[in-house]
């Protein structure tokens, strides 16, 4: 009997819901619904509909119910930091703000000088310093008076509250809590001193699960809405690219992955946290993976600075497909003009192309003004962007690299392939670009692999699958990757790379 398992799939744009299933040692998927994810600003602040959110979960669940499958559980995946506020009352006691909210900006630079110092909250969790983490968020609510958070029971991240309306059971599941900056990696726990420095206590956040433990079944009322029966929810990797990093169809333990949409997340998966002087200085992050490992990573602007552009173009632009777009920038001479992709100018600015303009200026460059001349220094920038983080992995992958962290690290060898994945996985420049500034071969594919790797732990929590790599195994046999090999001109490459340097520093 084939069983069938429901993934929903959340990102900070759009959502799916998708149905899986298994057979022959192969992966079968079949996306049900798909929907926007609509920031709401309304009283100087931004905010996410969860109730929008949790209906178009019903609304996917009533599909399964009318074809009259039988599911064998359900499981949620989410963007990281964001949360919700639950009253004594077991109510949703406001939508919960966006980590887009400008509330954050100023925050991170109080908390840490007058709360917990930046050393110290590294030290304690190894996650990257950004200033909507929730940690800050948090801060940044109680310095205002939040109401929410001031009522509040506890405090859900978004697909425990998510699941916690399906099933009304709490959970803290352990890949979402560790993007909050609250999360100790070598206990596996909440801090107790970052939880009380905004005024919260460890009752506040539900139990700490791991990705694959069932959270509790759908409760009566959601039973009726949708037709099914008593489906179990399973606390999968909650964050989008937990499930994702899960989904790397790797052979081995040799290799770096790309995930790559609107953010691009670069990095290598690890036995253990890696948290020293180096680490702290690259601000690179801990995050929690499955079957106890770290995916040690770093975050980077990704094409959020390409999307924010074509937003801008004028119509005629926007009507011609990425491939045609992408295509003219491929005119340009290369190289023309580099930007740092993640200087501040880029993180949310009224105006993308007058940022990108107004950088090549103050660093003396020519200034892109057609959509091609723009494209062609998002795409080379982040190339570059890349190959200087890759770099860095490579650094902590290899303990010849750096001798002094061997003992710290353990050996955990070379990376000999980097693995993109995500919806950027199909933009087949940039990848071509990736594999050229990096020097290593590049596997692109699969696209869709948060919701595969939410579908994945599903099948292992229910023992259709062993461990990750049986996981892993099964992946690559069911999607089609395509492989990219260094080419061109090497030499130019690497004297575009010494001008970023100079440029991004």
Same mark, same amino acid.
């Given at each position: 009997?084939?069983?069938?398992?429901?993934?929903?799939?959340?990102?900070? &744009?759009?959502?799916?819901?998708?149905?899986?299933?298994?057979?022959?040692?192969?992966?079968?998927?079949?996306?049900?619904?798909? @929907?926007?994810?609509?920031?709401?600003?309304?009283?100087?602040?931004?905010?996410?509909?969860?109730?929008?959110?949790?209906?178009?979960?019903?609304?996917?669940?009533?599909?399964? +119910? /009318?074809?009259?499958?039988?599911?064998?559980?359900?499981?949620?995946? &989410?963007?990281?930091?964001?949360?919700?506020?639950?009253?004594?009352?077991?109510?949703?006691?406001? $939508?919960?703000?966006?980590?887009?909210?400008?509330?954050?900006?100023?925050?991170?630079?109080?908390?840490?000088?007058?709360?917990?110092?930046?050393?110290?909250?590294?030290?304690?969790? +190894?996650?990257?310093?950004?200033?909507?983490?929730?940690? @800050?968020?948090?801060?940044?609510?109680?310095?205002? *008076?939040?109401?929410?958070? /001031?009522?509040?029971?506890?405090?859900?991240?978004?697909?425990?509250?998510?699941?916690? #309306?399906?099933?009304?059971?709490?959970?803290?599941?352990? &890949?979402?809590?560790? &993007?909050?900056?609250?999360?100790?990696?070598?206990?596996?726990?909440?801090?107790?001193?970052?939880?009380?420095?905004?005024?919260?206590?460890?009752?506040?956040?539900?139990?700490?699960?791991?990705? *694959?433990?069932?959270?509790?079944?759908?409760?009566?009322?959601?039973?009726? #809405?949708?037709?099914?029966?008593?489906?179990?929810?399973?606390?999968?990797?909650?964050?989008?690219?937990?499930?994702?990093?899960?989904?790397?169809?790797? /052979?081995?333990?040799?290799?770096?992955?790309?995930?790559?949409?609107?953010?691009?997340?670069? +990095?290598?998966?690890?036995?253990?946290?890696?948290?020293?002087?180096?680490?702290?200085?690259?601000?690179?992050? $801990?995050?929690?993976?499955?079957? =106890?490992?770290?995916?040690?990573?770093?975050?980077?602007?990704?094409?959020?600075?390409?999307?924010?552009?074509?937003?801008?173009?004028?119509?005629?632009?926007?009507?011609?497909?990425?491939?045609?777009?992408?295509?003219?920038?491929?005119?340009?001479?290369?190289?023309?003009?580099?930007?740092?992709?993640?200087?501040?100018?880029?993180?949310?600015?009224?105006?993308?192309?007058?940022?990108?303009?107004?950088?090549?200026?103050?660093?003396?460059?020519?200034?892109?003004?057609?959509?091609?001349?723009?494209?062609?220094?998002? @795409?080379?920038?982040?190339?570059?962007?890349?190959?200087?983080? @890759?770099?860095?992995?490579?650094?902590?992958?290899?303990?010849?690299?750096?001798?002094?962290?061997? *003992?710290?690290?353990?050996?955990?060898?070379?990376? $000999?392939?980097?693995?993109?994945?995500?919806?950027? %996985?199909?933009?087949?420049?940039?990848?071509?670009?990736?594999?050229?500034?990096?020097?290593?071969?590049?596997?692109? =594919?699969?696209?869709?692999?948060?919701?595969?790797?939410?579908?994945?732990?599903?099948?292992?929590? %229910?023992?259709?699958?062993?461990?990750?790599?049986?996981?892993?195994?099964?992946?690559?046999?069911?999607?089609?990757?395509?492989?990219?090999?260094?080419?061109?001109?090497?030499?130019?490459?690497?004297?575009?790379?010494?001008?970023?340097?100079?440029?991004?520093?």
């Amino acid at each position: 009997m084939k069983k069938y398992y429901f993934a929903v799939d959340l990102g900070a &744009t759009s959502g799916r819901t998708i149905l899986g299933s298994l057979a022959d040692g192969r992966l079968e998927q079949e996306e049900l619904t798909r @929907f926007p994810n609509n920031l709401i600003e309304t009283g100087g602040h931004v905010y996410w509909d969860i109730y929008a959110l949790y209906l178009e979960m019903i609304k996917g669940l009533q599909v399964v +119910g /009318k074809r009259g499958l039988e599911l064998t559980s359900i499981g949620i995946d &989410t963007w990281g930091v964001d949360f919700v506020f639950i009253g004594e009352d077991d109510a949703i006691l406001r $939508n919960p703000v966006a980590y887009r909210d400008p509330h954050t900006f100023a925050a991170i630079d109080d908390y840490l000088q007058h709360v917990v110092s930046q050393r110290e909250v590294y030290d304690i969790t +190894g996650i990257q310093l950004m200033n909507f983490n929730s940690l @800050f968020q948090l801060h940044a609510m109680r310095k205002a *008076g939040n109401a929410a958070m /001031k009522h509040c029971k506890k405090v859900l991240f978004m697909p425990d509250a998510l699941s916690w #309306m399906l099933t009304g059971e709490a959970v803290c599941e352990y &890949t979402i809590a560790s &993007t909050s900056q609250m999360l100790d990696p070598r206990t596996g726990y909440l801090s107790e001193r970052l939880i009380e420095s905004v005024g919260l206590t460890r009752s506040h956040f539900g139990r700490m699960v791991q990705p *694959g433990t069932k959270i509790g079944v759908l409760t009566p009322e959601v039973q009726k #809405m949708t037709g099914l029966g008593a489906v179990p929810v399973i606390a999968v990797a909650g964050h989008d690219t937990g499930a994702a990093v899960a989904a790397v169809p790797a /052979k081995d333990e040799q290799f770096a992955y790309l995930s790559s949409g609107t953010w691009s997340l670069m +990095g290598i998966e690890t036995k253990q946290a890696i948290i020293n002087d180096r680490s702290y200085e690259l601000n690179f992050t $801990n995050e929690g993976g499955v079957e =106890g490992t770290t995916r040690f990573l770093k975050n980077i602007c990704g094409m959020w600075l390409y999307e924010r552009c074509r937003k801008e173009w004028p119509e005629e632009v926007r009507k011609l497909s990425h491939p045609e777009l992408q295509g003219s920038a491929m005119q340009v001479e290369s190289f023309r003009s580099i930007i740092n992709p993640d200087d501040k100018a880029f993180a949310n600015p009224s105006s993308m192309i007058e940022a990108i303009q107004g950088y090549c200026r103050r660093t003396g460059q020519p200034v892109p003004e057609t959509p091609a001349e723009l494209c062609r220094c998002i @795409f080379d920038s982040l190339a570059l962007r890349y190959r200087q983080v @890759f770099g860095w992995l490579k650094e902590f992958k290899d303990p010849t690299v750096n001798r002094g962290e061997q *003992g710290r690290m353990g050996r955990m060898g070379r990376i $000999n392939v980097l693995h993109v994945i995500g919806g950027g %996985s199909l933009n087949k420049y940039l990848t071509q670009f990736t594999a050229d500034a990096c020097g290593v071969e590049v596997l692109a =594919g699969p696209q869709e692999c948060t919701a595969i790797g939410n579908i994945m732990l599903q099948a292992k929590a %229910s023992g259709d699958v062993s461990d990750i790599w049986q996981m892993r195994e099964i992946i690559a046999n069911s999607v089609e990757m395509v492989a990219y090999h260094p080419s061109g001109d090497q030499a130019a490459w690497d004297a575009a790379y010494q001008r970023y340097l100079e440029i991004a520093k």
